[in-house]
């Protein structure tokens, strides 16, 4: 029986578990790669190279954002259409999706490339080998854009074709094969410029690989040629993933500026918030994956006119979340600096440590305000209330990157950084009250016709 299917039946909390461990293994993985880069870097380069990776860090957060954000909306209506037992229009929904992202990720690599000075001046990158070294990372990572995207997208269509483990394997080759060449070029001298070009080696093929996987899969699964391109369902899959680009970018362009504002601090600075950014934004993007799998557990059901199951859909999904948040707590706040360890060598600076596990400190314990808000947000996307969604979002991401800005500025030289890391946790506390308020009392249930 097809994943979409399946939605609409059986437990929900176990529906909605298995629905959505291979999209956060995904973009964990993902996420990862960065992570290895970073790792390699500080161990084996200097702590230069280690904030050249993280300064640039939120670029690419943000990249990835639109990525998963398309992946959503083609995964949605593909699996719709299976589950309907359209395999003709589902095949043309994956044709026009991968040929929509292809388009998406030339147009974004260009622009990319051709904004790269005006990028890393934006994020306050000045310094001449600082510079250098983020710059170099940055270019070569762009390079690969259409490839990154072309992956997720793949790995979505997957999903939607009822198998997570061929774009997970992938994944775990492509991973281990960036691990291997970034020491092997490191080694070769290469330094940082081997980094860049190990991480687009990895992606290019396993995004071919999986091209051509999905391709023999689809055909021998669906059994249909489909269009290759319709513009109908092209407007389906962008009114599903729009929505979803909007909510992982505007997190994302949060962390753009305020990483802005650190690179302000120095090199060491930015190295040990760098470190422990990533290690925070694990589970920031695994709220994110929860957001979307809610999502559309929720549009599959009002679909099906299964209004009970929506709420029950929401409570599974605030416990799976509730689960996460009591593991990721604990561990950040017990070992923060075993966890920065990873991305150091024994020449790392202490100030680097401190204040990764002084940001580490600021924000884990309230992972909470993002616990409660993402299964709220998740319902209000699937039922088709963006405007409360938006509003939601929108403040978390205003009062987070004013508050930075307004700290770093009025407080003492001592408080400044805390004061940036504690917007954090307050952006996020506002926003998960507007989501609450909206969930409870908003709109989405007479979009959808839901009547208690």
């Given at each position: 029986?097809?994943?979409?299917?399946?939605?609409?039946?059986?437990?929900?909390?176990?529906?909605?578990?298995?629905?959505?461990?291979?999209?956060?293994?995904?973009?964990?993985?993902?996420?990862?790669?960065?992570?290895?880069?970073s790792?390699?870097?500080?161990?084996?380069?200097?702590?230069?190279?280690?904030?050249?990776?993280?300064?640039?860090?939120?670029?690419?957060?943000?990249?990835?954002?639109?990525?998963?954000?398309?992946?959503?909306?083609?995964?949605?209506?593909?699996?719709?259409?299976?589950g309907?037992?359209?395999?003709?229009?589902?095949?043309?929904?994956?044709?026009?999706?991968?040929?929509?992202?292809?388009?998406?990720?030339?147009?974004?690599?260009?622009?990319?490339?051709?904004?790269?000075?005006p990028?890393?001046?934006?994020?306050?990158?000045?310094?001449?080998?600082?510079?250098?070294?983020?710059?170099?990372?940055?270019?070569?990572?762009?390079?690969?854009?259409?490839?990154?995207?072309?992956?997720?997208?793949?790995?979505?269509?997957?999903?939607?074709?009822?198998?997570?483990?061929?774009?997970?394997?992938?994944?775990?080759?492509?991973?281990?094969?960036?691990?291997?060449?970034?020491?092997?070029?490191?080694?070769?001298?290469?330094?940082?410029?081997?980094?860049?070009?190990?991480?687009?080696?990895s992606?290019?093929?396993?995004?071919?690989?999986?091209?051509?996987?999905?391709?023999i899969?689809?055909?021998?699964?669906l059994?249909?040629?489909?269009?290759?391109?319709?513009?109908?369902?092209?407007?389906?899959?962008?009114?599903?993933?729009?929505?979803?680009?909007?909510?992982?970018?505007?997190?994302?362009?949060?962390?753009?500026f305020?990483?802005?504002?650190?690179?302000?601090?120095?090199?060491?600075?930015?190295?040990?918030?760098?470190?422990?950014?990533?290690?925070?934004?694990?589970?920031?993007?695994?709220y994110?994956?929860?957001?979307?799998?809610?999502?559309?557990?929720?549009?599959?059901?009002?679909?099906?006119?299964?209004?009970?199951?929506?709420?029950?859909?929401?409570?599974?999904?605030?416990?799976?979340?509730?689960?996460?948040?009591?593991?990721?707590?604990?561990?950040?706040?017990?070992i923060?600096?075993?966890?920065?360890?990873?991305?150091?060598?024994?020449?790392?600076?202490?100030?680097v440590?401190?204040?990764?596990?002084?940001?580490?400190?600021?924000?884990?314990?309230?992972?909470?305000?993002?616990?409660?808000?993402?299964?709220?947000?998740?319902?209000?996307?699937?039922?088709?209330?963006?405007?409360?969604?938006?509003?939601?979002?929108?403040?978390?991401?205003?009062?987070?990157?004013?508050?930075?800005?307004?700290?770093?500025?009025?407080?003492?030289?001592?408080?400044?950084?805390?004061?940036?890391?504690?917007?954090?946790?307050?952006?996020?506390?506002?926003?998960?009250?507007?989501?609450?308020?909206?969930?409870?009392?908003?709109?989405?249930?007479?979009?959808?016709?839901?009547?208690?």
């Amino acid at each position: 029986m097809n994943k979409s299917v399946k939605l609409v039946s059986g437990n929900p909390f176990k529906t909605l578990l298995l629905f959505s461990i291979p999209m956060i293994l995904s973009v964990t993985l993902q996420q990862f790669y960065n992570i290895c880069d970073s790792m390699i870097a500080g161990k084996m380069i200097s702590d230069s190279a280690l904030s050249a990776v993280s300064a640039t860090y939120p670029i690419t957060v943000v990249y990835l954002a639109i990525a998963v954000g398309f992946g959503v909306g083609a995964n949605i209506i593909t699996s719709r259409l299976i589950g309907q037992k359209d395999y003709f229009n589902a095949k043309s929904a994956i044709n026009t999706s991968l040929i929509t992202i292809s388009i998406i990720g030339i147009v974004v690599g260009l622009l990319g490339i051709l904004l790269l000075n005006p990028l890393l001046m934006l994020l306050n990158v000045y310094d001449k080998e600082y510079y250098s070294l983020a710059y170099t990372y940055l270019l070569f990572y762009t390079i690969g854009i259409i490839f990154l995207f072309l992956y997720n997208v793949i790995t979505s269509l997957f999903q939607a074709l009822g198998n997570s483990r061929i774009p997970l394997y992938l994944l775990i080759f492509s991973t281990v094969l960036n691990i291997f060449l970034d020491i092997l070029f490191v080694n070769l001298g290469m330094n940082i410029k081997g980094i860049a070009i190990a991480t687009l080696i990895s992606i290019i093929i396993v995004s071919i690989f999986s091209f051509i996987i999905l391709f023999i899969y689809s055909k021998k699964v669906l059994n249909e040629k489909g269009k290759i391109f319709d513009k109908r369902l092209l407007n389906n899959i962008l009114k599903i993933a729009v929505p979803s680009i909007i909510q992982g970018s505007i997190i994302s362009i949060g962390g753009v500026f305020i990483q802005s504002l650190i690179n302000t601090f120095g090199s060491e600075t930015t190295a040990g918030y760098g470190a422990a950014y990533k290690i925070v934004y694990v589970i920031v993007n695994i709220y994110t994956v929860m957001s979307n799998a809610i999502s559309t557990f929720t549009s599959t059901n009002a679909g099906a006119k299964l209004y009970g199951r929506i709420k029950k859909g929401f409570y599974s999904g605030l416990l799976i979340c509730g689960l996460i948040t009591l593991v990721a707590t604990i561990i950040f706040l017990l070992i923060p600096k075993e966890l920065l360890k990873i991305f150091g060598n024994e020449n790392t600076s202490i100030e680097v440590v401190n204040v990764g596990v002084k940001f580490i400190y600021c924000v884990a314990p309230f992972y909470i305000f993002l616990c409660i808000k993402i299964p709220c947000d998740g319902v209000l996307k699937g039922a088709g209330d963006m405007r409360s969604f938006m509003i939601a979002t929108f403040a978390d991401l205003i009062i987070r990157v004013a508050l930075s800005y307004l700290f770093a500025y009025t407080l003492p030289n001592e408080f400044k950084l805390l004061g940036i890391f504690l917007s954090w946790p307050i952006g996020w506390l506002v926003g998960m009250i507007i989501s609450i308020s909206a969930y409870k009392y908003g709109r989405w249930k007479r979009l959808i016709g839901y009547i208690n």
